[in-house]
């Protein structure tokens, strides 16, 4: 598999500045080297979007959303090279990638494209007068994307950007750019007006990602990534006071009451903690499990835990750097007197890559570094707890509140507990099922605003109001 390791602008692959390498994860091997993007390339971009965007903005919304369906056709056309990009990149299974990483950002493309070309506008009358909304576009987004799921974020920004009226820089992670590389394949593969979409590669601070955000020509940013980041992008755009949509990190909360299906619970815990190699910001790392069943729960984690670890089936940290920070909490933990149930090292059989144990703690204070900090690895720890006031307690005793799961069969402290919960999503019984229309996004250090469906739209525009005084008939 190989992409373009320039960058896409104005329709047109330019190999400029600077290269850094591009590792897989899953070996340590250099797999290529990636133009950095300096000042002048920025501007560039954000120049070449400018151009493009009032005659993309001219477009009808059916034309625009007509442009991203064709676009997912190419990407389904085109699927075989954006899971190999996916997988180079990320050290991923190629099972994952294929059944959810490609698909969905098909699939994310297609739902904006449909949901705005039906969307409704709003209309107003009293006597005498109408007043009616417009939406306008804000003009050119900064799509600044992470590295744990680089194609389904980028095109879940992407297209409901484009399909508002906007144009677009994308910033992939420097760890992950391939699909992003790939895109802009399929972009001028189809024939996308030159400027609709552009590429940059590079760092963040004092790179390509900070000349993006802060750059006068830029109108919006929507940034996925660690909370850090997000406060230093908010600090480099107050001044153009531009409109800003993250979505950060999370410390994500499971509570398993002892009348939930202890099976279903089990399984559904190991996907909410372990896929991706925990790399997904809606990933628990914290569970809360009622007394009767927590040592039968815990048991079962472990061991299942254990077996993922023997199959191999983890996918590696994204690099050795991050590699070195779960590492680091591992031995947090054990410093600290934790239980390890699981895990809590590197696996004897890695060799080369970025892998670490996939490990199970208890008998930490909720208090604890290791339950209140965000490690982004695939690992948690496990908590009892006696009533369900103390259960919800403990799940919003965070700085964070992205998601959380609940496992019960009452269904009337499923509800209870779900509106009790402090996180912008709440799933019951299940985890990572998501409907593309619903608000996605997170309280406190998780973010700011929501994306997903008519929200996505409703930030990648803002609205007019028209009044119009209506003449008498016989004037």
Known sequence: MSYQNGHFIGGEWIAEGTTFANHDPATGAEI???????????????TA???AQPGWAALPVAERAAWLRRLADGMEARFDDLVAAEVADTGKDA???RTLDIPRGAANFRVFA?????RPDNAYHLPG???????????VVAVIVPWNLPFLLTTWKTGAALVAGNTVVIKPSELTPGSAAVLADIAAQAGLPPGVLNVVNGLGAGSAGEFLAGHPGVDGVTFTGESRTGSAIMRTVAGGVKPISFELGGKNAGLIFADARLDAAVEGSVRSVFTNGGQVCLCTERLYVERPIFQEFARRLAKRAQELSREREPMPMISAGH???????YRLAASEGAEVLAGGGVPPWAEGGYHVEPTVFTGLPQGSRVNQEEIFGPVCHITPFDTEAEA?????????GLAATVWTRDLSRAHRVAAAVQAGLVWVNTWFLRDLRTPFGGLRLSGIGREGGVHSLDFYSEPSTVTVKLEDADE
């Open 323 to 329: 590699r070195e920070k779960v590492l680091s909490y």
């Open 392 to 400: 919800v307690a403990l799940a919003n005793d965070s700085r964070y």
């Open 32 to 46: 290529g080297r990636i133009h950095e993007a300096g000042r002048e390339t920025v501007d560039r971009a954000v």
């Open 95 to 97: 099972v994952q990638a």
């Open 49 to 51: 979007a400018r151009r």
């Open 114 to 118: 449909d949901i705005a070309a039906q």
């Open 129 to 139: 007068t109408l007043s009616y909304t417009i939406r306008r576009p804000l003009g």
